[in-house]
């Protein structure tokens, strides 16, 4: 993801801030998120093990960019829902996903 779609995913507006957080993270100092960013991180986290799962990590890449026709995307991609700003779209992605490895 381009760091401008990792902001609109975790609801950052600063690219800044984000990039702060992962530097503080990769040096292994404290730090801490708003509820928000961890529940998008969560989400993120979440689609990333059910592509794996249910495709493997090459495919997954393609998918995510790729139109969709399940009602759920309407023909777009499922990062374009994603990236639209909007949390349910991004939780909605997740709980399809998780549908789909228990179906």
């Known amino acids: ?23 503080r993270a990769e040096a292994g ?16 986290l979440s689609i990333y093990a059910s592509l794996v799962i249910l495709l493997n990590h090459d495919r997954s890449k393609g998918w995510v960019r790729a139109p969709n026709r399940a009602p759920l995307f309407q ?19 997740a709980r399809y996903l998780l549908s789909e490895r228990y179906r």
């Open 29 to 44: 100092d404290d730090l801490s998120l708003p509820n928000d960013v961890l529940e998008g991180i969560g989400c993120v």
């Open 1 to 23: 993801m381009t760091v401008a779609e990792q902001c609109l995913l975790l609801g950052v507006d600063d690219k800044t801030v984000l990039q702060d957080w992962m530097e």
């Open 75 to 93: 023909g777009r991609s499922a990062m374009s829902l994603m990236a639209n700003g909007n949390r349910k779209d991004l939780e909605d992605v």
